[in-house]
């Protein structure tokens, strides 16, 4: 019998369809406990967790290991358009027969215990990770962190905080502390814990109160390590010491935090000795979809006049709604292209908050709801922007309906970011094969 992936995956999440409960963990252990505790038997790992920034940490952390000549295995969450991209072993996505087979593996001695998708699927990544040999794991957080699926695993390498900020409120709380309390739940005792660059206080203040607790030693940016950007790349600064680097691959000033974050974390692990020229390397052909990708073909592209650009961004929250606000100061600097917004956003995000520095940046909005999503509407999306100053705006019931009225509006070239989701961004990426 031919099994699909996407079958199997419908399944499991219509017999649970709760993508989180946090009371779940008795059944989640009995089902790694059956299936001989696959996360026990990993390569050395680091583990991930933070509100904006894993996965592009994580793609530098990849293009370094792999230029250094090891082999990589990778977990991250969501996907954009394929589920296959959440688990990377030695280096490639998981085959269709692979995770197929893993999947139900899981759903087979799970035995319809009430687990949720994410820790079916996070055991079954741990299941195909132990049985493919790998240099090292990097593990990615799924959400908050104390009792997150992936945090079942007891001596990584290295944690790592990225950016934290608000997000996923209905389960982690409202305020800033409570979020970054339940981040620091992956910290471990004697494990060293690397801190990125943090926007507000309270959150390195609560991350060094945990971190005391739990006895983590911390390398946190600004105490133990910095970077400096400069005009061929950045300065990355340990001890004392500088050493020059060259810009990043993926672009925006916030990429640079990540990239550094990346090099404390080889830095100061002590498995592995990743030299400088692999670091270079990877800093330079790390890749990280819909992460301020410019789309340069397909057929969306295909309906921009001359020089007009194209592109896409997941990002959902107020933090990655200031990192827009800089990089739309930034093009503005270049060329002053008037930028042109299509926007759609899950109906569990905040759009006014996201919108909230980006708003006086932006000539012109088209709302648009997310395909197969719990969505915004894109009434709502419309109204939010026009109450913070957006005037040009309209909602729309597709992506490509969305874009010729915005080229409608701009006879001159015009930048044209497409962002607010990573489910929409996952959605345009399909779309404009």
Sequence with gaps: ?????????????????????LTLRDSYTQLLGVLGNPQVKLPPIIHVAGTNGKGSTIAFLRAMLEASGLKVHVYTSPHLVSFHERIRLAGELISEDDLCGALLECERLNDGAPVTQFEITTAAAFLAFSRV??????????????????????????????R?????????????????????????????????????????????????????????FGTDWSYTPNSSGFDFILGGKATQFPKPNLIGAHQYANAATAIAVLKQQTKFTIGDVAIAHGLQHAEWPARLQQLKEGPLVDLLPQGYELWLDGGHNDSAGDMLAIQ??????????????????????????FLASLASHITALAAIPIPNEKTQSADTLALTARAIGIKTTQNHQSARDALQWLLSLSPQPSRILITGSLYLAGHVLQKNK
């Design 133 to 162: 040999p790998a240099d090292v794991l990097l593990l990615e957080v799924g959400l908050g962190g104390r009792l997150d699926a992936t945090n079942m695993i007891s001596q990584p390498l290295a944690s790592v905080i990225t």
């Design 328 to 353: 739309a100061t930034a093009w503005h600097a270049q060329d002053k292209k008037p930028l042109l917004v299509m926007l759609g956003m899950l109906a569990s995000k905040q759009p006014g908050e």
């Design 1 to 21: 019998m031919q099994h699909h992936s996407q079958d199997i995956l419908a399944r499991l999440n219509a017999y649970h369809s709760v993508n989180v409960d």
């Design 164 to 220: 934290i900020s608000y997000d996923h409120r209905d389960f982690l709380g409202n305020s800033l502390q409570e979020i970054t309390s339940e981040k620091a739940g992956i910290f471990k005792k004697n494990i060293p814990a690397i801190i990125a660059p943090q926007f507000a206080q309270e959150v390195t203040q609560t991350l060094v109160e945990k971190a005391a607790a739990a006895q983590t030693p911390l390398h946190a």
